[in-house]
Nanobody, 122 residues
């Protein structure tokens, strides 16, 4: 069982930046590929990006490529989502997730955090 807790969300003006954090439980975090997702009201949850267990490989959705950066600190059992040049359409609840293994690219996400709200004003 893996438990994930997101933090760092808030209200920001268009063009601004936020950094989201995801703290994970367990001693085997460094073995897990991780993903970030988001869900806006009335919309399906969508993929944002993912990072391999060692942090060397990253995938991003086209909508955030060049603006968002995923990183991780395995010594702190944490992954991060740095969000720059934010747009109103980035407004959503953001979730971190993992499949609990190191498969790359991730094919399944079995564990999810509770989410953190990001609101971007125009």
């Amino acid at each position: 069982q893996v438990q994930l807790v997101e933090s760092g969300g808030g209200l920001v003006q268009a063009g601004g930046s936020l950094r989201l954090s995801c703290a994970a439980s367990g001693r085997t975090f460094s073995m897990y590929a991780m993903g970030w997702f988001r869900q806006a009201p009335g919309k399906e949850r969508e993929f944002v990006g993912s990072i391999s267990r060692g942090g060397l490989m990253r995938y991003y959705a086209d909508s955030v490529k060049g603006r968002f950066t995923i990183s991780r600190d395995n010594a702190k059992n944490s992954v991060y989502l740095q969000m720059n040049s934010l747009k109103p359409e980035d407004t959503a609840v953001y979730y971190c997730a993992t499949n609990g293994d190191g498969n790359w690219p991730p094919h399944e996400y079995a564990y999810w955090g509770q989410g953190t709200q990001v609101t971007v004003s125009s």
